[in-house]
């Protein structure tokens, strides 16, 4: 009977939900490991990126559970920000700004409430166990009152700021967005080269932004371009504006983009700005809030910034000053969100000091112990690049809000810490009137960036100012485990706010994971058509299935999705599933008081390297290596060899216990990767004898004892084996049927066990021989790479080396003045003695007769 994959999923998931077997113990004594959980972000549906990303870090939880480690894994949810707006937005039909505030936050609370149980729902599938004693969202009363603390401690040192600034601006989110959320997209955009005269010269310019003509500040050229060196310092008109703008030099212009000749806007990108500071340059706001053109577009004023483009096009054209176009890819930056391409305009945003602090993120992400370590360049790279303080204000609703109060002077009061949870919009606040200008106050509409809430979370989940003694206990916790591509938000964000709040880092260890692409290697977008759905897949192969495919991708690595390794890890379910209905079946039925043999000493070699490199492997966060390790000693050693092997004597009483040792030690060793399995065969086959509520109530295996000359033995026991199996199905004879006589041919001594090779071969009598071996070159290939070296030379090769096989013998073999390597050839050979077929291998050779 197959394993019955649904079955179990379904009553194990409820079983430990039930017992609590996963529960944080405040009390024990065990060391805690704890675990920074991404909260998940309740939007809606569990992508593959979800399945694949929260199955690892379940893996690390529970093997640390077995390795007799209290886990603190809480079970958590990402609830603010603008893709709940959004989805509210599409979901009712509405705008958020022409929505009742407080109406339209009690919808986005709604809206993530609904998503959140199914979500839970979707990690208890997939065998994903985070503890609901240790529940928390960043929405909560409670979360955001730490999140509103931590800033008014920082404002208090300050490390916050309000300023006046160029920000990234979405038009269509209508918010500020962080250098960290800017998603870069490369587009074709024309490149437009238009004509500017003035003083009795000419001058042709290229952009690629026409519709900020009207907020040019001057013309760029490069001091070295010749082209221009009689123009800098003299002034050109405007087309269409009049406006005299001014040539100057800068080194930074391209001289090969475009003319080598262009605008400098207020602001069009980050080199406008660069060169608005550099040079002293005015700022003007030529595009609103909304992405519309304002007032100094003249007659362009109230058009989008696509209407104004054409517009402008249509105008330089008719008054002579269009000179061509063409179609060029550029980087855009774009809203993470909405995809909105980022304007950048001058607001009085609220600001955290980062830029201050870069050296010190770099020393401080040194000191932390990144699996894969090639991760950590990613934030140094990301911190290196920063040009300005995070903006941590946002204009939304649907998140924690600014805890301030402002006059119309714009004068600020901070809220005290013992007011927080605070609603400036509700609550009033901690002083009648402004203390500067005695003018009443009005609460911020602003809220605050959703990293200001998630960089915060190792800081709530060791109870930082909750609970001192608790914190002294957990912070910093063991592990932070993300995705890459939050590394330049919720790790460097988080590693900031730690280390300025307490002074130390977070966590000791983090953990970054790759993406999982579409099988064919792309990304995966429903209008490709090439997405993967993490609940089909579950449906059909289960969910210790999918996490096979999970554990085989390397750390850090992109995947491609492989279906195939979803099939293979449902053949390994069915292979423990046998196993233990194996052990099951032979209870009780032991009959006589037997000693261990040397077959036996060997599996328990190999089963204290696999639990060694196992160990080794989780450790290290290198799931894949642990999965290939466990995998072969599971499926070659344990059930191709060592159950065939023990068929014949597993009435025996040693022998069962010794299968029974081995078989439970090697389960719980792969529950972390397979907990349903696992958990099932435990209940099944070990509980009675062993107590423990769960298979994740033992502990990790130590190390067994065995005989290494016994283990030795045992060795060449498997291997002949092996060998003689492989002959009865050459022979086509049945491996259930008998044979007369099983040979063992060599010239010097060779120990095996006899009774287990007749017993497994079911041979009548185990005969040793001496004989003369003769080897036979069966055929010859050689590798791929080699034969498209050698071209039509390979067959004169492959003829060469049959005509001579003695340099088969050498390390290199030369021919018409190449040189090949003996690996790139493969050879098979076939061996005989005084006529009959023997097998070779490990110094011996071996023969039945039938």
Not at 674 to 697: T, V
Request: aromatic residues 12%; charged residues 30%; proline residues 4%.
């Amino acid at each position: 009977m197959p394993y019955d994959f649904r079955e179990s999923e379904r009553k194990w998931s409820t079983f430990w939900k039930d017992e609590r077997i996963f529960q944080y113990n405040f009390n024990s004594k065990k060391p805690t490991y704890s675990i920074d959980t991404p909260p998940r972000y309740a939007s809606g549906k569990m992508h593959i990126g979800h399945a694949f990303h929260y199955s690892h870090i379940d893996m690390v939880a529970k093997y640390h559970k077995i390795r007799g480690e209290e886990v603190f894994f809480p079970l958590c949810f990402d609830v603010n920000g603008m893709p709940i707006e959004v989805n509210v937005e599409k979901k009712y039909g509405i705008k958020m700004r022409e929505y009742d505030r407080q109406k339209f936050v009690k919808l986005c609370e709604e809206f993530a409430e609904g998503n959140i149980q199914a979500m839970i729902s979707q990690f208890s599938s997939l065998g994903i166990t985070a503890d609901p004693s240790l529940y928390f969202k960043t929405d909560s009363e409670m979360y955001r009152k730490y999140t509103q603390i931590s800033f008014i401690r920082l404002h208090k040192r300050g490390l916050a700021y309000k300023g006046k600034h160029p920000v990234n601006w979405c038009p269509r989110c209508e918010t500020a967005i962080a250098e960290s959320e800017i998603v870069y997209e490369e587009r074709e955009v024309s490149l437009n080269d238009i004509k500017f005269s003035g003083d009795g010269i000419e001058l042709i310019i290229s952009t690629t932004r026409p519709e900020l003509l009207p907020a040019c500040l001057a013309i760029a050229v490069n001091p070295k371009d010749n082209r221009f060196a009689n123009l800098v310092g003299k002034e050109v008109k405007l087309p269409i504006f009049g406006k005299e703008v001014q040539v100057i030099a800068d080194d930074e212009v391209l001289m090969d983009f475009g003319t080598g000749a262009e605008m400098i806007c207020s602001v069009g990108d980050k080199a406008d700005l660069k060169m608005i500071y550099k040079h002293s340059l005015p700022f003007l706001k030529s595009i609103d809030e909304q992405g519309k053109l304002t007032d100094i577009a003249g007659k362009y004023a109230g058009l989008t910034i696509k209407e104004a483009q054409k517009k402008i096009i249509e105008d330089l054209k008719t008054s002579g000053n269009f000179i061509s176009s063409s179609r060029i890819k550029q980087n855009v930056g774009t809203c993470w969100r909405c995809g909105t391409p980022l304007e950048f305009l001058q607001k009085e945003q609220w600001f955290i000091k980062s830029t201050e602090f870069k050296e010190d993120l770099k020393k401080w992400a040194d000191s932390l112990e990144w699996h894969p370590i090639f991760m950590k360049k990613r934030l140094d790279d990301w911190i290196d690049s920063l040009s300005w303080d995070w903006v941590v204000s946002r204009q939304r609703y649907f998140a924690t809000p600014i805890p301030l109060w402002e006059c119309k002077n714009g004068h600020t009061v901070v809220a005290e810490e013992e007011q927080c949870y605070v609603d400036p919009l509700i609550d009033p606040p901690p002083v009648k009137e402004c203390p500067v200008c005695h003018e009443s106050l009005k609460g911020s509409e602003e809220v605050f960036d959703t990293w200001m809430d998630s960089s915060i979370s190792p800081l709530f989940n060791t109870f930082y100012d909750r609970d001192e003694k608790l914190f002294s206990k957990m912070y910093p916790m063991s592990l932070r485990p993300q995705g890459q591509d939050i590394i330049r938000t919720w790790a460097y964000y988080s590693l900031l706010r730690g280390n300025l709040l307490t002074g130390e880092n977070p966590w000791k260890s983090i953990m970054v994971d790759g993406n999982i692409m579409a099988p064919d290697g792309r990304p995966m977008h429903a209008s490709w058509g090439n997405v993967v759905d993490p609940n089909v897949l579950l449906d059909k192969f289960g969910a210790d299935a999918f996490r096979y495919f999970t554990a085989s991708c390397s750390l850090g690595e992109d995947t491609a999705f492989r279906e195939r390794d979803l099939v293979r890890g449902q053949r390994l379910m069915n292979k423990i599933f046998n196993l233990v209905s194996f052990l099951e079946f032979y209870k009780g039925k032991q009959d006589k008081d037997d000693e261990l043999r040397p077959a036996d000493h060997w599996i328990l070699r190999q089963m204290n390297a696999m639990l060694s490199q196992v160990r080794e492997a989780m450790d290290s966060f290198e799931f894949d290596r642990a999965i290939k390790v466990a995998e072969s000693f599971i499926w070659h050693d344990l059930a191709d060899n060592y159950v065939e092997i023990i068929k014949h004597r597993i009435t025996g009483s040693k022998t069962y216990e010794n299968f029974y040792k081995v078989l439970l030690s090697s389960i719980v060793a792969i529950s972390p990767i397979f907990p349903f399995i696992a958990e099932d065969s435990y209940q099944r086959a070990f509980r009675s004898r062993e107590g423990k509520r769960s298979i994740f109530e033992l502990e990790y295996p130590g190390e067994a004892s065995f005989s290494s000359d016994d283990a030795e033995t045992g060795e060449r026991t498997i291997d002949a084996i092996s060998m003689m199996r492989d002959l009865k199905v050459k022979d086509k004879i049945s491996l259930s049927d008998g044979v007369k006589k099983a040979s063992i041919l060599s010239s010097a001594e060779v120990k095996v066990d006899d009774e287990d090779i007749k017993g497994t071969i079911r041979a009548e009598v185990l005969s040793y021989e001496n004989g003369s071996i003769e080897e036979k070159i069966q055929s010859l290939k050689l590798t791929p790479e080699t034969y498209s070296i050698l071209r039509e030379k390979a067959e004169a090769f492959i003829k060469y080396l049959h005509q001579n096989p003695v340099v088969l013998n050498s390390e290199t073999i030369e021919f018409e003045g190449m040189k090949i390597k003996r690996e790139e050839i493969i050879v098979t050979k076939s061996y005989s003695v005084q006529g009959m077929n023997v097998n070779c291998g490990n110094g011996f050779c071996v023969s039945i007769l039938k």
